[in-house]
């Protein structure tokens, strides 16, 4: 499991078993699920075509090789195997591509890349949403950032008209390399989410973030707002928080400090505050998985799913207004809320048969 | 013609001189060779080559300079004021002969004599130069200053040295290094240190091949306790001239904190060169005392009386040594007699203020510093120690208030800058108390330490109480710091101290874990052995020497857990395989003067072996024996033929013998069994981990109350881990220990998860499950408003609404 790297494996007993029973109910629900409007509005991409390029640099040696191989197949199963991505969605390009012929596509060389967003360009369009991951070495010279593959290199420039050649409604890019922080200027734009492992260029050490970027989609830790979805923000953030307690745990000086940028400009944010509007459009979007009304038929059912999103959509705008509100008001009204919501639930619960959780 | 000029600055810098370069050549053999040999530091060689010179009339006047300086260079002042004395009447008119002559006469006590060498110098050098003053007469300005500072007529050494200040800072300014420097030394007594600073780096820049003007700069720093930038100047000195006896005792004096053995080879290099070298033994035995040696201080004291039974600052540490020997006789007559050189010296009272301290009686330290300022109100120096000492005490307002004092009217002084700095951050502390505790811990910590710190505080009181048979008084104030450097600011008022934690009798400051590596560092023993300190302490009125106040704490935190207080044992039974365990008369050394940096951690792990064997042999009721004739002043070894019977030669043996009967040696290799780690390593917080998880997988009552030990103890290593706090929060809720399982969710819930909402939820749960049902309602709609879907929140809500 992922949290299983923390470094108490004694301790990690009892969260593995709890983080089992999450994903089987995640995925339970998933089956049941089909396409309907998210009320808070979380995007659902069960429907519209997604699109996944994960992408590894030159290792350098063996050590880093298998290590940015370990973190891209795990991101790889976890597409398939929690986020329903399709296989033929999944593009893995790797510096060795005899190590899985069977989910490596090609050798991640500049000339396959540029090969692939081609073919991407003809492809997206519409509702459809373009995730990007790229693992392992980057470099900055003080003028230009790089990616490090067999052979040329491709720079934040290259990628930036690659990535704009693809005309999906949402791209989502995550350059976890080393040195990672510059690419935030040249990739965002309108509905992009950019995130970096590195705050700057000069940032050059060998990243942590990767390895909890992937994580968090395997954990249930990670599902902050307990949707049972796994936001692209809330996946940030349990990275950022890992990163953090990573480096406090070997008693060294935090070498990486990660940035997500989603308003289309600005310099990225490594914190995110919660309403403001860094980190709405990341936020909203995630790679998988469905809400729980997708595909309901029954007239009880949906009138009950109708009722809850409507008490979810007046707590979103009651805690929109919270700075503005008295304390007091403000706790009165949202325990009402949260009443409502609670029974809601417990009706629809007892409506579609499910234990009570 | 002008002369070639040879300065020496003998009391600032002691014993170290500049020689000006001529700008003519001079051709004579032998006096050029004098020349050449006194620059070398080869003073045997000058000392021939000038007397040659004089004999052959070759340039005599300066030859007769060069010879004076090279006998006050090794310390043969006698012969110098012989020199002087025998020298043809022609050069009667010299005023560098008659300022050598003073400089030799002060160096032997003969104060009023030098007086009039130094006048008369004065009045030689003013009738021979006309305009400008000429660099004689502020040399002998300089002198008399200094000498009237030294006896206490601070107006006149005042009036000395403005008069050299508006002499040189007029419309012209100095014009050389030398005079750059006789402003700068002027300036440093007058306390403008900030323009002191400033002329002193323009006379190094005037002249970067003067000696002399490292050293004054260095001994600038030096009296600020900014210690590595003064020793980096000194050593710049040294490369000028290797045989500058005033840089090579700045830099001892540079490393005489972090580095006593380094400080007392330096001296020893010294005296080499100049083997009456007055600073030189001073500071052997400064080193003497602070490693509670008092009866070799006092050889080297008495070595310096011999030549000079008026040296000042020799009095001093005798009426020291006297003080804690408990000599109130002899201790009176010295003062008197330090009185009698000096009756404004607050420097004695520095002084015993600053040992005070070394030997934790801040009481005693505060009174001493106020001494020392009613008697030189100008010491800014002690308005810090003061302060310092103050603060130890738990007096913050009175701390505060001398603190700010001193950096006024020294704003160089770091000690007083740096404390005040972090006095300034008490606002990002919480303060919290206990039955008999006031505690500071800094606000990002506050809430995941405060349970455990509390917990343990009380605890350890209840058991150190009932062992020791004393109640100290509450409030014990302790303060926990999440950076090394306000610790070690807090503990001495600089930075880079290498100790975690330190007892002040009634305050305990210490590093909290996030100042420290999480994985050697465990705050629990820590605390616990400060607290023992704190016991032993004011038990005794803090009397008792260091090894034996070590030795119980260590003791004591080995009693207090398994695994703890053996951090040290790999360097004592490294010590023990090659033979080199100290005797007990000599074990203070090991933490004060160490001989090497593993000799102070085999010294705390041998001195608490020794509490053990004495425990063991004679019983607990002798250690509080003993603790009861340190606090009526007995000596070491009379308190242990009185309380166990032995001398201290006897005890070593006895000691040694069971040492040898323990088979110490250290392992062939590395253990990795989690029992063997927790055993003999008290901050193995993954060994700790694996254990608890083996205990959980095995089941049962005791084996899940011995996984909640362990894991409960690792929280003393790293009290942040959260999967740590929700394994004994679940371990607690299965055992039904709800209020346990409550404190350890608090703990989450502070230590800000990635998953607040379930953090809250938990915390709510168990609320709810020990029927506290308005505070679970709080913390479910906590989990709510920060995801409203949460549909076990959702449940717990329904479940508390009516």
Redesign the interface.
């Known amino acids: 499991m992922g949290s299983a790297s ?10 593995t078993k709890s983080i089992a029973v999450r994903v089987a109910l995640r995925l339970l629900w998933i089956t049941v699920a089909a396409l309907s409007v998210s009320p808070a509005p979380a995007l659902d991409f069960a429907r519209p075509q997604k699109h996944a390029v994960l992408i590894g640099s030159a290792g350098g040696d063996a050590v880093y090789s298998k290590k940015h191989w370990e973190l891209l197949s795990g991101m790889h199963r976890v597409l398939t195997e929690k986020m329903d991505f399709a296989p033929e969605q999944i593009y893995l390009l790797f510096e060795d591509a005899s190590r899985d012929p069977k989910i490596i596509g090609a050798r991640s060389t500049k000339v396959e890349v540029e090969k692939l967003f081609r073919a991407l360009a003809t492809k997206l369009g519409g509702e459809d949403l373009l995730f990007v991951l790229i693992i392992g070495h980057g470099t900055y010279d003080g003028e230009v950032s790089k990616i490090n593959l067999p052979g040329p290199d491709i720079t934040d420039g290259d990628l930036a008209l690659m990535v704009k050649m693809v005309k999906a409604k949402y791209r989502v890019i995550v350059n976890a390399t080393s040195a990672s922080g510059e690419f935030v200027k040249t990739l965002s734009g309108h509905n992009t989410v950019v995130i970096t492992a590195t705050k700057s260029g000069w940032e050059k050490t060998d990243t942590r973030f990767p390895k909890f970027f992937v994580e968090a989609f395997e954990t ?8 049972d979805m796994v936001s692209l923000a809330e996946a940030y ?2 990275a950022v ?2 990163v953090e307690q990573a480096f ?2 070997e ?1 060294m000086l935090v070498t990486e400090h990660a940035l997500l940028e989603d308003r289309g400009h600005g310099p990225g944010q490594h914190t995110l505050e919660g309403q403001s509007a860094a980190g709405a459009l990341a936020r909203r979007l995630n790679l998988g998985g469905a809400a729980a009304s997708a595909g309901v038929t029954d007239p009880q059912l949906k009138r009950l799913f109708a009722e809850r999103r409507e008490v ?1 959509n007046r ?2 705008a009651l ?1 929109a207004r919270k700075s503005e509100m008295a304390a007091v008001q403000y ?1 009165t009204e ?2 009402s809320l ?2 409502q ?3 809601l ?2 009706q629809i ?1 007892q409506a579609s048969g499910k234990k ?2 | 013609m002008k002369a070639k000029i040879f300065l020496i600055f003998i009391f600032l810098l002691p014993a170290g001189f500049m020689v000006e370069r001529t700008r003519k050549a001079v051709a004579s053999a032998p006096f050029q060779q004098g020349e050449a040999s006194l620059r070398q530091g080869d003073f045997k060689s000058a000392i021939a080559d000038f007397e040659k010179a004089i004999a052959k009339n070759d340039n005599a006047g300066r030859a007769r300079q060069g010879l004076l300086l090279a006998y006050m260079e090794t310390g043969r002042y006698e012969e110098a004021i012989r020199a002087a004395e025998g020298f043809p009447a022609t050069e009667a008119a010299n005023p560098w002969l008659s300022a050598y002559r003073g400089d030799a006469e002060r160096r032997l006590g003969r104060y009023a004599e030098a007086e009039i060498s130094f006048k008369r110098s004065l009045e030689l050098a003013q009738g021979q130069m006309a305009g400008r003053d000429s660099q004689a007469v502020m040399d002998a300005r300089l002198r008399l200053a200094d000498l009237y500072a030294f006896r206490g007529r601070a107006q006149e050494a005042d009036a000395q040295s403005r008069e050299v200040v508006t002499r040189l800072s007029g419309q012209e300014g100095p014009r050389t290094a030398a005079e750059y420097l006789a402003l700068g030394r002027s300036l440093r007594r007058l306390a403008l240190y900030h323009e002191a600073n400033e002329t002193l780096r323009a006379a190094v820049a005037a002249d970067p091949e003067s000696a002399a003007a490292f050293i004054e700069r260095g001994r600038l720093f030096l009296e600020k306790y900014d210690h590595p930038y003064a020793a980096e100047l000194f050593q710049q000195a040294l490369k000028i001239n290797r045989h500058a006896t005033g840089a090579l005792i700045g830099l001892a004096e540079s490393k005489r904190v972090d580095n006593g053995a380094e400080a007392a080879e330096l001296c020893r290099r010294a005296l080499a060169i100049n083997p009456r070298l007055e600073e030189a033994q001073n500071l052997l035995a400064t080193l003497l005392i602070e490693a509670e040696d008092y009866t070799e201080a006092l050889v080297e004291i008495e070595k310096v009386l011999q030549w000079n039974p008026h040296a000042l600052e020799t009095r001093a540490l005798r009426a020291v040594c006297y003080y804690f020997l408990n000599q109130p006789k002899n201790f009176n007559a010295e003062t008197e007699k330090v009185r009698a050189i000096n009756s404004q010296y607050g420097r004695l009272y520095h002084l015993l203020a600053e040992f005070s301290g070394y030997r934790a009686r801040y009481a005693q330290a505060v009174e001493f510093s106020r001494q020392a300022i009613a008697r030189s109100p100008d010491l800014w120096s002690s308005y810090a120690a003061l302060g310092i000492n103050l603060l130890r005490l738990g007096d913050a307002r009175g701390g505060r208030e001398n603190l700010a004092m001193a950096f006024a009217k020294d704003p160089f002084d770091v000690r007083a800058k740096n404390t005040l700095d972090l006095l300034d951050t008490v606002s990002q502390y919480h303060e919290f108390t206990t039955e008999h505790f006031r505690v500071q811990l800094h606000q990002r910590e506050a809430a995941v330490l405060q349970p455990y710190v509390a917990d343990l505080l009380e605890k350890a009181y209840r058991a150190l109480a009932l062992r020791f048979r004393f109640q100290p008084p509450a409030p014990i104030f302790v303060e926990m710091y999440p950076n090394h450097a306000d610790f070690a600011v807090r503990t001495f008022g600089l930075p880079g101290i290498a100790a975690s934690g330190a007892c002040f009798g009634k305050v305990v400051v210490m590093d909290s874990p996030s100042a420290k590596d999480l994985k050697d560092f465990n705050w629990g023993s820590t605390l616990w052995h400060e607290l023992t300190h704190v016991f032993t302490l004011q038990s005794t009125e803090n009397r008792l020497p260091r090894w034996f106040s070590e030795g119980l704490s260590v003791f004591e935190e080995q009693r207090a857990h398994e695994g703890w207080g053996t951090s040290f044992k790999k360097a004592f039974l490294k010590a023990f395989a090659q033979k080199s365990l100290l005797k007990l008369k000599d074990l203070n050394r090991g933490f004060v003067r160490p001989q090497t940096p593993e000799q102070v951690p085999a010294s705390y792990h041998q001195a608490g072996l020794i509490c053990d064997y004495i425990d063991r042999r004679y019983g607990f009721d002798r250690i509080l024996g003993l603790l009861e004739q340190y606090r009526n002043q007995v000596p070491t070894d009379q308190a242990f033929k009185n309380i166990l019977g032995v001398s201290l030669e006897e005890f070593d043996a006895d000691f040694f013998k069971y040492v040898d009967t323990l088979k110490l040696v250290p392992p062939e290799k590395a253990t990795e069994d989690p029992e063997e780690l927790i055993r003999t390593s008290e901050a193995n917080f993954e060994a700790h981990l694996k254990l608890a998880e083996v205990q959980v997988k095995q089941g049962g009552a005791p084996a899940i109350r011995r996984a909640i030990d362990l894991l409960s103890a690792a929280l003393y290593i790293n009290p942040f881990e959260q999967k740590v706090h929700e394994t004994l929060a679940g371990l607690f809720m299965q055992q039904n220990q709800v209020d346990e399982a409550i404190r350890e969710y608090r703990v989450i819930v502070a230590l800000t998860p990635v998953d607040m909402a379930k953090a809250h939820y938990d915390l709510a749960h168990a609320l709810h499950v020990r029927g506290n049902k308005k505070e679970a309602r709080i913390e479910v709609l906590k989990a709510l408003e920060i995801a409203p879907k949460f549909e076990s929140a959702q449940e717990l809500l329904l479940n508390l609404t009516p």
Do not use: H, W
């Open positions: 923390c470094q108490t494996p004694g301790v990690m007993l009892e969260m249930a830790e990670s599902d902050a707002n307990k949707d953030e349990y928080r890992k406090k745990n008693g979810e707590i979103a805690k706790q949202f325990e949260a009443v919501l609670a029974k639930s417990r619960r009570e959780p």
